[in-house]
């Protein structure tokens, strides 16, 4: 069964064709689908377009359900939280402030508590009373991805999670990752570190200039000869 499914998605700013027919499935038996593109090649419009800031052309539906037309504050009471690309943390707000922020999307089933959080980032606990804006950017992207865990997805949404971050920490991050599918929670990952999105997801999207490429396992794309020329580096 499909927990996210896209139907011929179209989004236009003005008469520049931003999506061209997308179709893309999470599927409930998928723990993490990546989707992977250069900068400028319709991923951050496509994340808009699920969660609810854009209008489209098309059909999203979340378990059976069309989201067209729904507000973003709606789309999020069903499930789906996004993680944004630049965190978005309250600056002068502690760790645990910022993390807090999360709960208001109670919901009858929580599944993700504080503490749930700090097992997945020790750090954070350690530092749950430091003001955000004297953390590191690999504290902030912690941060912000417990802060959308605590708003209780069921798929969640992260926006280049990767940006900026050295290669220790994002191999940390990778490790919360697979620790986040053990709770049941979806991830859609949009990424251009396309090497290091294959290493953690089962499935991946690759998007150019609007289109969806190709599409495979990743054990099967990572073989792609394609892939591997502008991609991969190998």
Not at 47 to 59: F, K, P, R, S
Request: charged share 25%; with cysteine; glycine share 8%.
């Amino acid at each position: 069964m499909a927990l996210l499914e896209i139907k011929n998605l179209k989004v236009s700013y003005d008469r520049i064709k931003a999506i061209k027919n997308i179709d893309l499935t999470v599927r409930e038996d998928n723990h993490c689908i990546a989707l992977v593109g250069s900068n400028g090649t319709g991923k951050s419009t496509l994340v808009n377009a699920i969660t609810g800031m854009l209008n489209y052309e098309g059909d999203i539906l979340f378990n059976g359900e069309s989201l067209k037309g729904l507000s973003t504050k709606k789309i999020v009471k069903k499930g789906i939280v996004q993680c944004p690309e630049r965190r978005h943390l309250f600056d002068y707000m502690s760790v645990k402030e910022n993390l807090l922020l999360g709960t208001y999307n109670l919901g009858k089933d929580r599944f993700i508590t504080l503490d749930t959080v700090y097992d997945l980032f020790p750090r954070l606990k350690d530092r749950e009373n430091q003001i955000a804006y004297t953390l590191s950017g690999g504290e902030a992207q912690m941060v912000a991805v417990g802060r959308s865990l605590l708003a209780n997805p069921k798929l969640l949404i992260l926006d280049e999670p990767t940006l900026g971050l050295a290669p220790i920490i994002r191999n940390h991050l990778a490790e919360a990752l697979e620790k986040i599918k053990k709770h049941n929670v979806k991830i859609l990952l949009v990424e251009q570190n396309v090497k290091w999105s294959f290493d953690i997801s089962e499935y991946v999207y690759v998007l150019r200039e609007g289109k969806i490429s190709k599409s495979g396992t990743s054990k099967e794309l990572r073989n792609d000869e394609e892939i591997r020329k502008h991609f991969l580096g190998v």
